[in-house]
């Protein structure tokens, strides 16, 4: 087998042979753990009948790892300097394309339709740019492709709120953005010493597992993100308060989000945060006639 990229002296021979300065700004910190990097890849369940989609190789250090487990590896990266040391770094390996793409602009479906066709099972697998992680969640998951699954490290109070539930402070429309399609479980927490630099927060591996359906069937999706958002504006008012002030004017606004709750069973003082993804759907529904 390969050597490692992924030790504190390789990684440091690779950034020295090529002049590399890490950049802050593109949420570059690079793993140096071969071990942190094993772990994360069996989270996947990959297979040689198994394609990979990656965010940010880097230099490759988990590249490789998911090159050895995996049929096929998609790698997009945003930083166009990688691109030669990434031709050195994963020379050994025949089953990469590297894509010199910001994730947040490219059409991943037509990618997959492209270049991954033979694949009937893909992931996502990535140690995600820090200061991108939401949008690139939330972009994956509306584009609704056809994967089994991600396995994304981010920080770990991101993994924490989209994987909280009712009744906690870090419950919020992003754990049900997210739960909505997703099964969402914390699959290990990370130090900061198996980074280069360290970040300045704390780590998580999120798995998310695909629901074969929702947890609530609903209407209309987009409304029932607008509700969630909508009941959290403020957390500290009450449900009807939050409705009330975010949802579009209307004759009699109050009044019908008043019968909207009561037939969802939901008394009107509670706030957002003690509402289950069930009660938001049905909730949704029902306003779904009059504020939509
Ligand atoms: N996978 C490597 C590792 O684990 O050592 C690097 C991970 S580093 C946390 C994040 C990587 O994402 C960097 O290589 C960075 O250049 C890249 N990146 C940042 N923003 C991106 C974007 N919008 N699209 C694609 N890649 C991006």
């Known amino acids: 087998m390969n050597k490692d990229i992924a030790t504190p002296k390789r990684t440091q021979e690779i950034l020295k042979k090529y002049g590399f300065s890490l950049k802050k700004s593109l949420g570059q910190n690079f793993l140096i753990d071969p071990n942190i990097l094993h772990n994360i890849v069996s ?52 089953n990469i394309e590297i894509i010199l793409s910001d994730i947040l602009k490219v059409n991943v479906a037509d990618i997959m339709k492209e270049k991954l066709a033979e694949f009937k099972d893909v992931m996502v697998v990535a ?52 739960q909505y399609y997703m099964k969402a479980e914390i699959a290990m927490t990370v130090p900061r010493t198996v980074f280069i630099p360290p970040p300045n927060v704390d780590s998580a591996v999120l798995k998310l597992t695909l629901l074969e359906s929702p947890p609530v069937a609903v209407l209309d999706e987009d409304f029932l993100f607008t509700v969630s958002r909508s009941s959290f504006a403020q957390r500290r008012k009450t449900i009807i308060n939050n409705l009330q002030s975010q949802l579009p004017q209307g004759k009699e606004k109050k009044e019908l989000i008043l019968t909207a709750l009561n037939e969802a069973n939901i008394d009107p003082t509670r706030r957002g945060e003690t509402l289950s993804i069930h009660e938001f759907g049905k909730l949704a529904n029902l306003l779904l006639p009059n504020f939509k």
Do not use: C, W
């Open 127 to 178: 140690n995600l740019p820090y200061y991108v992680t939401t949008p690139i969640l939330i972009k994956l998951i509306m584009e609704k492709l056809p994967i089994r699954g991600m396995v994304v490290m981010m920080q770990k109070e991101v993994a924490n709120r989209i994987t909280a539930k009712p009744g906690t402070k870090e419950y919020g429309s992003l754990s049900i953005a997210i």
């Open 43 to 94: 989270h996947a369940d990959l297979t040689k009948e198994s394609a990979v989609i990656e965010i940010g190789p880097g230099i490759g250090a988990l590249t490789e790892h998911l090159s050895r487990q995996a049929g096929q590896v998609v790698a997009f990266e945003i930083d166009h300097r990688l691109l030669e040391v990434l031709e050195d770094t994963l020379s050994p390996y025949d």
